[in-house]
């Protein structure tokens, strides 16, 4: 027997991932953010050679996605304890 294999469009990947895990569509504007700024500062750079401003724009896109990718495990980590916790609390509020 065949399995059925499902092809999903990349933008419908996005939305189910952007829906379980909120700080991936906050990461990525904050990168394209952070990008897009660096083009436009690209021009008033000075005397700035333009392999170290790349390198400043870099650090800083990556530096927003690590601390948005941070930010959501801290995030999901309070949910899951709150899951975690709740049939606890249950029993403690039924026993008394």
Request: charged fraction near 20%; glycine fraction near 8%.
């Amino acid at each position: 027997a065949r399995k059925h294999i499902s092809w999903r469009l990349p933008a419908t990947k996005f939305i189910q991932k952007a829906k379980e895990v909120q700080f991936v569509p906050i990461g990525m504007a904050g990168f394209a953010a952070i990008v897009a700024y660096g083009l436009y500062k690209l021009k008033t750079r000075g005397n700035t050679k333009m392999s170290i401003h790349r390198i400043h724009i870099r650090v800083a896109a990556q530096g927003f996605v690590v601390g948005a990718m941070t930010l959501g495990m801290v995030h999901q980590k309070k949910i899951i304890k709150n899951i975690m916790e709740a049939p606890q609390k249950i029993k403690n509020s039924a026993a008394k």
